[in-house]
């Protein structure tokens, strides 16, 4: 099992900043791809952002290309997803998500690998 605990939400105007962190513990932290996905009222839940096990490897959803970043530390079982020039689009829970295989994690659904209970972003205009 791995338990995964986001934080970092909150609101922010247009053009603002904000950076999610996302705690793990149980199993190995560095076993597992990681990403973060969010979701939007009304709207089904898309992929954001993804890394490696070993944090060398990154992919993003097109629209966030440039704006966010997505980065892990190991040592201290968290990954993050700094997030810059918000968007009212951007508006969402965002989840993190653990994955054994990085190049299913972008597709990944919630009944499998593991999820965080999520944390809400408002991006007012």
């Known amino acids: 099992q791995v338990q995964l605990v986001e934080s970092g939400g909150g609101l922010v105007q247009a053009g603002g900043s904000l950076r999610l962190s996302c705690a793990a513990s149980g199993r190995t932290f560095s076993g597992y791809a990681m990403g973060w996905f969010r979701q939007a009222p009304g709207k089904e839940r898309e992929f954001v952002a993804a890394?490696?096990?070993?944090?060398?490897?990154?992919y993003y959803k097109d629209s966030v290309k440039g704006r966010f970043t997505i980065s892990r530390d190991n040592a201290k079982n968290t990954v993050y997803l700094q997030m810059n020039s918000l968007k009212p689009e951007d508006t969402a829970v965002y989840y993190c998500?653990?994955?054994?295989?990085?190049?299913?994690?972008?597709?990944?659904?919630?009944?499998?690998?593991?999820w965080g209970q999520g944390t809400q972003v408002t991006v007012s205009s």
């Open positions: 890394i490696t096990q070993s944090g060398g490897g990154t």
């Open positions: 998500a653990a994955e054994s295989r990085f190049a299913a994690i972008a597709t990944m659904r919630t009944g499998s690998g593991y």
